[in-house]
């Protein structure tokens, strides 16, 4: 069945594409939830204004998205955690303990889009956020010892 993606599905398409999909999964999950219209001759001229605003909205999107990523690479991130006598970490660093960092720096990004590595020791990591379909942020977590209290 041929439908007419209306939000970005991943593993799938973005807005405005036409795409072919099996009926069921069209049926069950992209139409009633409103993520796609059947492409029927009615829908014709629809599918052709949503491709024209969604050229248009993309190009908004990613020129919001690079210029997101040019401010995160310039945000210096530090956590201080506890660690043990040779430097290892009372437990780890985690995607969610970015995006608060993140958050109280004034950024809200949803710790789905945050990849980083096992952080199980003090040092400095490396952070890929994905912000859009191709951008991504490149920044570094330093991990500090807690001061004793």
Partial sequence: ME????ENVQNLG????????RDGYARNFLLPRKKALPVTSGNKRLIE???ERNLKMRAKELADAQALAAKLE?????????????GTL?????????AELL???????????????????????????????????????????????
């Avoid at 439908?3 to 209306?6: H, P």
């Avoid at 973005?14 to 999909?21: F, K, P, W």
């Avoid at 009372?90 to 970015?98: A, E, I, K, Q, R």
Wanted: net charge neutral; no cysteine.
């Fill in 14 to 21: 973005v807005r405005g594409d036409v795409v072919n999909v």
């Fill in 49 to 51: 204004l949503e491709k």
């Fill in 90 to 98: 009372f437990g780890s660093v985690t995607n969610g303990d970015v």
């Fill in 3 to 6: 439908i007419l993606l209306i």
């Fill in 103 to 149: 958050k109280a720096k004034g950024f809200e990004l949803d710790k789905q889009s945050i990849t980083l590595a096992h952080v199980k020791a003090v040092g400095t990591y490396d952070v890929d956020i994905r912000l859009y379909s191709g951008v991504h942020a490149k920044l570094q977590v330093e991990v500090t010892a807690l001061a004793a209290e």
């Fill in 74 to 86: 310039a945000v210096p991130l530090t956590i201080a955690k506890k660690v043990g006598e040779n």
